[in-house]
């Protein structure tokens, strides 16, 4: 991969935009989007003279990318650099980013209402409203939490058929309008 195409140029650019609305730096979420629709393996100085940034910010971009299992590293017979690749199944993907994003937001935030829940118990300075608001919100992240536990567990052609069953779901469970 020489140079970028318009289409891959736009691609990228737009996956690092909505990168940042998700939380993630733009140039991780580039070096991904350039891996993705990369056809072969990439090495870090050829993702940093595509997208022209810095190679130091390339490594870090990897590193991060390595440690949501989204980008792995990857050997090129006759080549001693190491090359990456981006995994090749999107539902994978979003899987992986998934269960990252639970284990360094929802699992914290759930520990920290049981901790608070379990001190409004026995403090009486907290009022009831509060320990009940706190019950409800630990409620809906135990039960979110526990359907995607065995969402993630199903293989993707099953998946995909759930997602596509879409408004049929509220018919089946007889909340059609």
């Given amino acids: 991969m020489s140079k970028l195409s318009p289409v891959e140029q736009k691609f990228i650019l737009h996956w690092g935009e909505m990168g940042t609305k998700w939380g993630i730096n733009r140039t991780v979420a580039q070096v991904h989007a350039l891996l993705y629709t990369s056809p072969k393996p990439l090495n870090a100085e050829e993702i940093s003279d595509l997208l022209a940034v810095a190679r130091s910010n390339v490594s870090n971009s990897l590193k991060e990318l390595q440690a949501w299992r989204i980008v792995k590293l990857v050997h090129v017979l006759g080549d001693k650099r ?20 639970k284990k360094r937001e929802v699992d914290p935030t759930l520990a920290i209402l049981r901790e608070c829940i379990e001190r409004a118990e026995a403090d009486s300075a907290t009022g009831k409203y509060t320990e009940q608001r706190l019950r409800e919100l630990a409620g809906f992240f135990e039960t979110t939490t526990d359907w995607y ?14 997602v596509k069953l879409g408004d049929k779901i509220q018919k089946l469970l007889g909340l059609a309008k």
Wanted: aromatic share 14%.
């Fill in 149 to 162: 536990e065995q969402v993630r567990r199903w293989p993707t052609s099953a998946l995909t058929k759930f």
């Fill in 82 to 101: 190491d090359h990456f690749e981006a995994l090749p199944d999107v539902w994978e993907t979003f899987r992986r980013v998934l269960d990252e994003r």
